[in-house]
């Protein structure tokens, strides 16, 4: 249910939940404070505990006060990327930051969203903290028409049409003297490096992942995705249902929806769960994802969701 900027910021200092639009999916935000909102988001959501939530907030003062000590190049990276879609990850000083939050660890990720009417909104509300607003497990929502088939018309949305960029932010996290990053994102490796000076290593080990919630199942639709590796012309089977690329010719399939251009990958990540989400609608039980593409930049971040959403 689409509601005013007013009535967000109302329920949001009365402690309840509101999603809210940012630059890269829609947030489920709770009061920084709100221990009867926070523990709702992880209800509602049906999100494991152990799974700690990222602060948001208008600008850098907004979380100096909670850092304990910042790490090497955390102001440089900051100054660089917010607002947008970089999440940084620091030690915190913990009484000031609820356990719930931290999911009990010393450390606590934020960012400052690159979206003019949340930025507004967390100057009047202070700091929220947002998990994508998605039930768990399912693609993220980059529209009022996602947050609501997961949590029905009657939830409070501060709508604000689909959002820009449609994958999460990239989580970095400093680690043994350099920056790793914890969760590909919307912001690339090479855009990292260019900053930082070095390459950032992506940390995979999925023991021992930086981010706890790179443990659980994600971006999955109902609709089972098999990653097709060799080029199309090679199959010997052709599938009925096919996710592709306008420039592709995808011979015998009964239907192909399209994920966008090769030559476009930004407007491919802002429209990919939509199109998972897309799957269900029409009931696709099986469908063949075209994963023959670049590795480099957003494509890192596009294949490694359709990865996940494949297991
Ligand atoms: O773009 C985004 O980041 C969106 C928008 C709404 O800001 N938010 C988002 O939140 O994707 P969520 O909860 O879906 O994913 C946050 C990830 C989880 O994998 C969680 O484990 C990790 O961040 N995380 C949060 N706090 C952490 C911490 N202190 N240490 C390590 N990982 C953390
Ligand atoms: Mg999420």
Redesign the pocket.
């Known amino acids: 249910m689409k509601i005013t900027f007013e009535k967000a910021v109302q329920l949001l200092k009365s402690g309840q939940n509101v999603a809210?639009p940012?630059?890269?999916?829609?947030?489920?935000a709770a009061a920084l404070h709100s221990e009867v909102a926070i523990d709702a988001i992880f209800r509602l959501k049906r999100?494991p505990r152990t799974?700690?939530?990222?602060v948001?907030v208008a600008d850098l003062n907004m979380c100096s006060e909670f850092i304990r000590s910042m790490p090497k190049d955390f102001e440089k990276l900051s100054q660089h990327f917010w607002p947008g879609?970089l999440?940084l990850?620091a030690e915190v000083l913990e009484e000031k930051i609820p356990d719930a939050?931290?999911?009990g660890?010393s450390?606590?990720?934020f960012?400052i969203?690159q979206h003019p009417l949340t930025l507004e909104l967390l100057k009047r509300t202070g700091p929220l903290v947002?998990?994508?607003?998605?039930l768990s497990g399912k693609p993220?929502a980059t529209s009022k028409e996602h947050v609501e088939s997961d949590f029905g018309k009657d939830f409070p949305v501060l709508d604000d049409g689909l959002c820009t960029?449609g994958?999460?932010?990239t989580?970095c996290?400093f680690q043994d003297g350099s920056w790793k990053i914890?969760?590909k994102?919307?912001i690339s490796s090479e855009q990292l490096s260019a900053v930082l000076g070095y390459s950032p290593e992506f940390c995979t080990d999925p023991k021992q992942?930086?981010?706890?919630?790179?443990h659980?199942r994600h971006y999955a639709p109902n609709a089972k995705l098999i990653l097709v590796k060799t080029p199309w012309h090679e199959l010997k089977q052709k599938p009925e249902y096919v996710l592709g690329f306008f420039e592709r010719l995808y011979q015998g399939a009964k239907k192909v929806i399209y994920l966008g251009s090769i030559t476009d990958p930004m407007s491919v990540a802002k429209n990919l769960y939509h199109n998972l989400r897309h799957l269900d609608d029409m009931n696709i039980d099986t469908v063949w994802v075209d994963y023959v593409l670049p590795d480099d930049g957003l494509w890192s971040t596009i294949k490694e969701r359709i990865q996940k959403a494949s297991k």
């Open positions: 809210i940012t630059e890269t999916v829609y947030g489920l999100r799974n700690p939530l990222i948001h879609p999440t990850i939050v931290r999911a660890l450390t606590c990720a960012r969203p947002a998990p994508s607003c998605n993220s960029h994958v999460e932010s989580i996290s914890a969760r994102g919307a992942p930086i981010c706890p919630g790179q659980f």
